[in-house]
């Protein structure tokens, strides 16, 4: 079982540590679902904490699609993120297609430049973000193809464009950690196998448990907040532990 905090300051992640956490997930601004965060602060949050520390490589909250400066921004960020120690890195990239599998559907996943990302990441590992949130479950499998071949890990989501919170997308969660499970064995072209899924989108002690007695899954992402405060609590995170250990 793995349990990811998002922490948006160097002293969540010590709290984050210190209440049981796995990894963290490093990014800015709460407000804002979460943004790359100061070069300072991965420093300082590696020299206090020995979990997984995965940045995350978002230049702005307004939608997944990124123009060419974006880009540049975000490949910057990641070889300096990568040079300070970052173990891991959190991004997603759609663009404008006008060949996508849905008719009715004007985004997808931008192969390219996702691929370049992680080709400059040097082999740590990638989750594509929520970006996946914005994809019909008709064209999951596809999308899923598209993002394993990008060279990603694992996935982020709360279950697809229906809702940002995962209790509200538990059937859609089993179906895709269900088909991530009967396809764990197989390997893509670059010799990858199946996605990890990480559930995330109001994670909280009170409904881990139920999440993962329902889904099946086995990686969970939470912000470990107990109030408006963007310090995460030690006090959330060990019950979080707690209830995701429950024999249910």
């Known amino acids: 079982m793995l349990l990811e905090i998002a922490c948006f300051n160097e002293q969540s992640a010590v709290n984050a540590a210190d209440g049981g956490a796995d990894r963290i997930e490093l990014c800015q601004d709460y407000k804002a679902g979460g943004l790359s965060p100061k070069p300072a602060v991965l420093q300082a949050v590696k020299s206090r904490v020995s979990i997984p520390v995965y940045v995350m490589i978002r230049p702005h909250s307004r939608d997944f699609v990124y123009n060419d400066d974006d880009f540049e921004d975000m490949k910057a960020t990641l070889q300096l993120m990568n040079n300070l120690g970052a173990d891991g890195f959190v991004f997603g990239m759609l663009h404008k297609a006008p060949d996508h599998p849905s008719t009715d559907w004007s985004s997808w996943i931008d192969i390219t430049r996702n691929k370049e990302l992680v080709q400059l990441a040097e082999g740590k590992p990638c989750t594509f973000h929520r970006a996946f949130d914005c994809i019909p479950k008709s064209d999951w499998d596809i999308a899923l ?24 997308c538990m059937d859609q969660l089993a179906d895709l950690v269900k088909h991530q499970s009967r396809n764990s064995g197989l390997q893509n072209k670059s010799g990858r196998r199946a996605l990890e899924v ?19 899954a086995t990686n969970f992402h939470s912000s470990g907040l107990s109030s408006s405060s963007e310090i995460v609590s030690i006090t959330e995170v060990r019950d979080l532990r707690r209830s995701l250990e429950l024999n249910i």
């Open 198 to 216: 990480i559930v995330g989108g109001g994670v909280r002690p009170t409904n881990i448990a139920a999440l993962k007695k329902q889904t099946l």
């Open 145 to 168: 193809g598209d993002i394993l071949e990008c060279g990603f890990a694992a996935i982020l989501t709360s279950g697809g464009p229906s809702s940002e919170n995962a209790v509200d």
